[in-house]
């Protein structure tokens, strides 16, 4: 098969050959797709331009993040396809993988053809809408029961741009049985976690008490870890008004704790290369005692390792001396402004909450991992299940990621851009002090927030 | 006599001693990506893996196969590197001749874009060029790749075909134009036979390189059955969850075909005694 | 009869003429209308403050002055710099050694030949994901065995360390660069005549000696070529550093090709990433003139 290829290649190009052997008509045949191609690229714009309107039939493009439960997948297509039948209109569903969506989005949006609706997590779509790229969604938003912390999400300033579509609340996982075996409580306090941490630690033999990433190659994991203890600890980057006041002796502390975390040992030194997936397989592979997530994890434990599930507990977030916050990220539907189909991409968010058994229903087949964003299914069988509980606790309490900043491209942007972790990777990796961190960090927000 | 044997002897042994630590140090990678292919999900994650020990399991191959129709992905791979090869050679047979053997006007010219064309960061071009192959009418397809892949393959087998077709001396075919035959002829009869070995390097390599492609292709396709065999594998990160046993399963299967056809290409490559004119 | 032979010369060059500019049309396609347009205007939003999906506005030279300011620039160019000088010199002096040892007559050189060859077979993405996964500081095989044979007392932090992650990079890259080297060069080496190697050992000149003034000017073309290459894919490498190392921690591995993806998708800001990579483009044409100019003087 591969001999005949290689024959095939090495054919085609002796055929070619021979043609020009016989004369120069094989310089012409070489011309054929440059006249073929050049006119195309001249039109292209205007072909573009009446393709769309004479070619009558609508063709909604959705985009939606690639899961690994392949259940979810499947639901949504069943979704579209009903939507499609009813309402008459093509769609064309496009699963794409979440690492892969930004870049993907930003050439789709330059060139003309982006995706009419789109599905992802809330600081990606977010990202967009900064970028003046969204559709007001305020109809969709005021047209079903949203929760109060649902309500939230999508708006920024006056105006929602994204409709929720789940909660992905973080929690706290823990190895229960290291714990139980040097005889701990499950801890209630970072402090607290630290000592215990200290007794469980046992880097020789390849485990390490604590597993929370600290890698700026992207992911919200390691950023919101950071932001969580300057928030825990009183700091706060951004006020509620916008200032930069992330210089203060909170935030100093608040560093001071996280430096103490990797310096004592109590994390493994890979720590500042780990992106999100880092501290999932670290805790997969039984090598770190606690690590901070989204419920995506306990999805791939049901499917590979029920042993490690049994040995673990989700934990609520422990507290700091000056609070306890849960930052909190969510999916969310977007509408591309410039798209061509924004009433039907509109339709299908209604015709998706239309059916609320079927939204339950695909919120249930994620496990606990997602969590409602509309009223009145807390008291469900699912819900009430022991395991369940917490995360739809967590997601409650959530506040945004950026929290306290006022939710614009800037919160956005500084979040996506690890500035915290950027900071603690100062300290990690170029010996910073906390207070030279500290003023590293308030310089790089005020890049952010002073650039206009 | 004997010294000579001598030194022969040492000769080999030396020969020897480095290509068996060549030999472990290229097969190393190879021996754990397939091993990884292999092994049960939850052995995948341990603390000090195991060099031989394998908890053996080919469900990651059916997995691949069955819930992930890699074949499609194959299928495109292969489509788009078999035609980016053919088209990309062909061009590059005939200008690479008229760059070493014809005068003509801007011949410098020619040759010198072709070599800074291929100098450019693909980093740089990959949003201007995704607007470009959109205005055609291509964009999110894999036939996109069919227009971009010619930008990095024809310079390249240019620069190749190039060297080789300058190794062979103008002598040979001097005699034949004088006997009447034309340029093409020449090049037909004369050239291409000589440098048939060389040309099936770069075909092989022409054809790697398409295969192996994976920044334009990742931003060119979204939907799973237009994304070719590398964007596949990439994909099945799933935000923070990594399906580790069906990438490296992924893996195997996508570099069989290339390692084939380049088993395939060093035969030719030993055969190709067959340039006994160029002495 | 010289009038005759004088005119069918010129009708020769007149045809040449035609028939190599008829050859020139696919390169023109491909390079000056494919490549062409974008590279245009890639260059031209370099010089605007571009965002995605906004109109770009004009603002001169802003970005480059940006640029020259910026110490993650600075330290981008010099890793590109180590990074692809020591992957070619890598490259090059293994990949030549085994193309010599592999042009001798031995039994089981096929085999060799065949397996030496694979890396270079393999995906880019492949290879990158396979090394990550092996250089793992917790279940990665490198360390386990380092860890196992006694050689070190703790794990070798190889890519969160920011004095060797780029190095642990450049492995991968010469791993599977290598055989593009052996394989370029073997491809010559097999087509010299055993009889000079005979009689020069005959004329009593040793396997140094042959290397120097029978090998090495052989080869030189294809050597130069090879070299070229390998230069621009390795200098403009993306795939393997981001797939590797991401560029970090704290752009420890950043290169100019990862730097730029970074600015252009991490922090959305496009104009600034088309000026860091048209920034090298100078780099790349003054390497390239040096090469043509060697090539030139050896005509």
Not at chain 2, 63 to 88: C, E, H, Q, R, Y
Not at chain 2, 146 to 166: E, G, N, Q
Not at chain 3, 185 to 213: C, N, P, S
Request: aromatic share 12%; hydrophobic share 45%; proline share 4%.
């Amino acid at each position: 098969m591969k001999r005949k290829l290689l024959s095939v290649i090495l054919a085609a190009s002796m055929v070619a050959a021979c043609l020009a052997g016989c004369g120069s008509d094989a310089g012409t045949q070489e011309t054929a797709p440059a006249e073929s191609e050049a006119p195309a690229e001249e039109t292209g714009e205007e072909a573009e331009a009446s393709g769309t309107e004479s070619s009558g039939a609508k063709k909604l493009v959705f985009w939606d993040k690639a899961e690994y439960v392949d259940e979810y997948g499947s639901m949504m297509k069943a979704v579209v396809d009903k939507f499609a039948e009813e309402q008459g209109v093509e769609v064309d569903y496009v699963n794409v993988p979440s690492a892969d969506m930004k870049q993907k989005l930003m050439a789709a949006i330059e060139a003309g053809n982006a995706p009419d609706l789109i599905v992802g997590d809330d600081t990606l779509v977010g990202q967009f809408a900064s970028l003046n790229q969204l559709e007001s969604v305020d109809d969709i938003m005021s047209e079903y029961d949203f929760t109060e912390a649902a309500l939230k999400v999508g708006l920024l300033g006056d105006t929602q741009y994204m409709v929720p579509q789940a909660f992905t609340a973080p929690g706290m996982y823990i190895r229960a049985d290291k714990w139980q075996e040097k005889g701990l409580d499950m801890p209630e306090t970072w402090e607290e976690l630290k000592e215990q941490a200290k007794i469980v630690n046992d880097p020789a033999n390849g485990f390490y008490a604590l597993g929370f990433a600290m890698g700026a190659s992207g992911g919200g994991d390691a950023e919101g870890f950071c932001r969580t203890i300057i928030l825990d600890w009183g700091g706060q980057t951004v006020d509620e008004n916008g200032n930069v006041v992330v210089n203060s002796p909170e935030t100093v502390e608040a560093l001071t704790f996280i430096k103490s975390l990797y310096d004592e040992g109590l994390i493994s030194p890979d720590a500042v290369t780990g992106d999100d997936m880092w501290n999932n397989q670290a805790y997969l592979a039984g090598t770190a005692g606690v690590i901070c997530n989204a419920g995506s994890i306990i999805a791939s434990m049901k499917n590979d390792d029920p042993d490690l599930l049994a040995k673990t507990q989700v934990i609520a977030y422990p507290a700091g001396p000056k609070g306890c916050y849960t930052l909190g990220g969510s999916n969310v539907f977007g509408i591309i402004a410039s798209g061509k189909n924004v009433a039907e991409a509109k339709d299908f968010i209604r015709f998706y909450y239309n059916d609320m058994d079927n939204y339950e229903a695909m919120i249930e087949v994620m496990g606990a991992m997602w969590q409602p964003v509309i009223n009145g299914m807390d008291d469900s069988e699912f819900w009430q299940d022991e395991m369940n509980k917490p995360w739809l606790e967590s997601s409650q309490q959530c506040v945004k990621t950026y929290y306290p900043a006022p939710s614009d491209d800037r919160a956005m942007t500084c979040f996506s851009s690890q500035l915290c972790v950027k900071a603690v990777q100062e300290m990690l990796i170029n010996g910073a002090t906390p207070e030279e961190a500290a003023e590293i960090l308030e310089k790089s927000f005020k890049e952010v927030y002073e650039a206009e | 006599m004997h010294s000579r044997k001598t030194s022969k002897a040492i000769k080999m042994t030396t020969t020897y001693v480095i290509l068996i630590i060549s030999l472990l140090w290229t097969i190393f990678p190879l021996y754990w990506m397939v091993k990884s292919s292999f092994t049960i999900d939850k052995e995948m994650y341990v603390a000090r893996p195991a060099l031989f020990d394998i908890a053996f399991t080919t469900e990651h191959y059916v997995d691949l196969m069955v819930n992930a129709k890699f074949l499609v992905n194959l299928g495109n791979s292969l489509m788009i590197a078999a035609i980016t090869t053919i088209f990309g050679l062909t061009v590059s047979v005939f200008a690479s001749y008229a760059m070493t053997r014809l005068k003509y006007p801007g011949r410098k010219f020619f040759s010198s874009t072709v070599i800074i064309s291929y100098l450019l960061p693909t980093a740089v071009l990959f949003i201007p060029m995704y607007i470009f192959v959109s205005k055609l009418g291509l964009g999110g397809t894999r036939w996109a790749m069919l227009v971009i892949y010619p930008t990095f393959v024809v310079p390249y087998c240019c620069y190749m075909l190039r060297s080789y077709f300058t190794a062979i001396p103008y002598a040979l075919e001097e005699a034949a134009l004088i006997d009447g035959c034309t340029r093409l002829q020449s090049l037909r009869h004369i050239v291409v036979p000589i440098a048939l070995p060389g040309i099936a390097v770069t075909a092989t390599f022409a054809f790697t390189m398409s295969w192996n492609e994976y920044l334009y292709a990742m931003i060119m396709t979204t939907s799973m059955k237009e994304m070719t065999a590398t964007v596949a594998i990439s994909s099945w990160k799933y935000g923070d969850i990594v399906n580790w046993g069906r990438i490296m399963a992924g893996c195997v299967v996508a570099s069989l075909p290339v390692t084939i056809i380049y088993i395939i290409a060093q035969s030719l490559l030993v055969s190709g005694k067959a340039d006994g004119s160029v002495k | 009869m010289e009038k005759m032979k004088m005119k069918k010369v010129e009708s020769q060059t007149v045809k040449d003429k035609r028939l190599g500019l008829i050859l020139m049309i696919p390169i023109v396609l491909v390079i000056f209308i494919i490549m062409g347009i974008p590279l245009i205007r890639a260059i031209y939003w370099s010089f605007t403050d571009k965002v995605v999906g906004s109109d770009p506005n004009f603002i001169g030279l802003k970005n480059y002055i940006g640029l020259f300011q910026d110490k993650v620039y600075w330290k981008s160019l010099r890793n590109t710099a180590i990074y692809t000088g020591g992957c070619i010199l890598a490259k090059l002096l293994l990949g030549l050694l085994w193309a010599v040892l592999l042009n001798q007559d031995f039994k089981g050189k096929g085999f060799f030949r065949t397996t030496l060859l694979i890396p270079w077979a393999l995906p880019g993405m492949v290879v990158a994901m396979t090394w990550r996964w092996m250089y793992d500081s917790t279940y990665g095989i490198i360390n386990s065995l380092l860890l196992g044979s006694g050689l070190v007392d703790m794990p070798v932090a190889w890519l969160s360390s920011p004095k060797i992650v780029l190095y642990s990079a450049m492995l991968v890259n010469i791993w599977r660069g290598v055989p593009f080297f052996m394989f370029s060069i073997l491809g010559v080496l097999q087509t010299l005549d055993k009889q000079v190697y005979e009689a020069a050992t005959v004329d009593g000149a040793g396997i140094f000696k042959q290397f120097w003034y029978i090998t090495l000017p052989s080869i030189s073309p294809v050597l130069k070529v090879t070299t070229l290459l390998s230069t621009i894919w390795t200098f403009n490498d993306f795939e393997n550093v981001w797939l590797v190392t991401g560029g970090g921690p704290l752009y420890a591995s950043s290169v100019i090709a990862t730097y730029t993806y970074d600015k252009a998708f991490i922090q959305n800001s496009l104009g600034q990433a088309l000026s860091v990579a048209t920034s090298v483009i100078p780099i790349l044409i003054v390497m390239m003139l040096i090469f043509s100019y060697f090539n030139k003087k050896e005509q």
